[in-house]
Structure formats: C-alpha cells, structure tokens
C-alpha cells in the first residue's frame, strides 16, 4: 500500500458530478475518504493527512454532493481527529468534462499557460 511508505497522505478523492444514484456520492465522498483516514490512523509513519472537502459543505444542504462531503468530513475527523481539511471552492484541471464551461476555461487557459484573474499588482494569481 502507499500510505505504509508516506509521511504526508493527501486525500483528494470526491465525486461532484450529479448522479441519480445517492449510493455514488456515499461511496466516494464518504466511504472512500473514510477508509484512507482509517487506514492513516493504523500507519505510524504519517505524520500530516490532508483531507480536501468543499466550500459549502453542511448536512442541511440540498445539494447531494455538499452534505455527503459535510459527512465524509465527520468520518474522516472521527478516524484521524488531527487531520487538516481545506474547503476549496471550484477545482478543476483539463480533463474536467469538455461541456461544462469551467472545463472549457481548463483547456483554454493550459494552452495559452495564463490563468483568468490577475490581483495585487500582478503578485498574485487566481
């Protein structure tokens, strides 16, 4: 397994595409994390596990991707209490489904190497 060899695990695994099926969304953004935690807590050599949620994340949410990340965050918490989770707002890279149109800006900015905003005086990036 990798985690036996790693200091450091990053876990970045979640669904966020609609499914009619709420058994997916479980899977992958409870179950799954779950198990990666799990097995963090079993390995002495870890000594940072990152967990990469979502912004909005919370149990009342009506959208099924936010609260079964919300309880993907619990379970996780509940395995390795000393874990950092980060709440990013939209990730995305150039394979992200071409129809979509934060896909479509994936692709356009790989091949022009740019990214779309540009802030404090040109330090910093978005």
């Known amino acids: ?3 036996k060899d790693s200091n450091v695990v990053v876990c970045t695994v ?3 595409f609609h499914s009619d099926n709420e058994a997916d ?3 992958s953004n409870i179950f799954v994390p779950w ?3 799990r097995q963090v807590a079993n390995t002495p050599g870890v000594k940072w596990f990152l967990y990469v949620s979502a912004a909005g ?3 009342n949410s009506p959208s099924q991707f936010l609260w079964t990340k919300w309880m993907g965050e619990q379970e ?3 395995a390795y209490p000393d874990v950092t989770i980060f709440w990013p707002c939209m990730m995305y890279n150039n394979l992200t489904h071409m129809n979509q149109i934060h896909g ?3 692709y356009m900015m790989k091949g ?3 990214s779309l905003y540009v802030i404090d005086g040109q330090n910093a990036k978005v």
């Open 112 to 114: 022009f190497n740019r």
């Open 14 to 16: 979640g669904s966020n």
């Open 57 to 59: 994340a919370d149990p």
């Open 1 to 3: 397994m990798v985690i």
């Open 25 to 27: 969304f479980e899977e």
């Open 76 to 78: 996780v918490k509940k």
């Open 104 to 106: 479509k800006f994936a």
């Open 35 to 37: 198990n990666i935690a």
